[in-house]
Nanobody
Framework: QVQLVESGGGLVQAGGSRRLSCVAS????????MGWFRQAPGKEREFVAA????????RYADSVKGRFTISSYNAKNTVYLQMNSLKPEDTAVYYC??????????????????WGQGTQVTVSS
């Protein structure tokens, strides 16, 4: 049974930083791509960042490029999202997901089979 557990959300001031973590269990890590998505109130879930291995690759939404960094600590089955220079428009529930693609960076939610419960990030102005 695959489980994804996010942590690290909270309230942060604009311009601040926050690091989200996602611990995966239930199937081999670093084989299937991992991604972060977010959903703000009244909006659809949107892609934020994704990572895959063999070969190592990452991809970002234009709205977060240069501010957010996705990384992993494979020995701990953990993927991170380091968020810097946060803006009020980054306020959302952030979800970690594991894709069905092996070795592929996926940007479409439909390509992800497993999702975490989400963690709220609120950026105050």
């Amino acid at each position: 049974q695959v489980q994804l557990v996010e942590s690290g959300g909270g309230l942060v001031q604009a311009g601040g930083s926050r690091r989200l973590s996602c611990v995966a269990s239930g199937r081999p890590f670093s084989i299937y791509g991992m991604g972060w998505f977010r959903q703000a109130p009244g909006k659809e879930r949107e892609f934020v960042a994704a990572i895959a291995w063999n070969p190592d690759s990452t991809r970002y939404a234009d709205s977060v490029k240069g501010r957010f960094t996705i990384s992993s600590y494979n020995a701990k089955n953990t993927v991170y999202l380091q968020m810097n220079s946060l803006k009020p428009e980054d306020t959302a529930v952030y979800y970690c997901a594991q894709s069905r693609g092996v070795g592929n960076v996926e940007v479409t939610a439909g390509r992800y089979d497993y999702w975490g419960q989400g963690t709220q990030v609120t950026v105050s102005s």
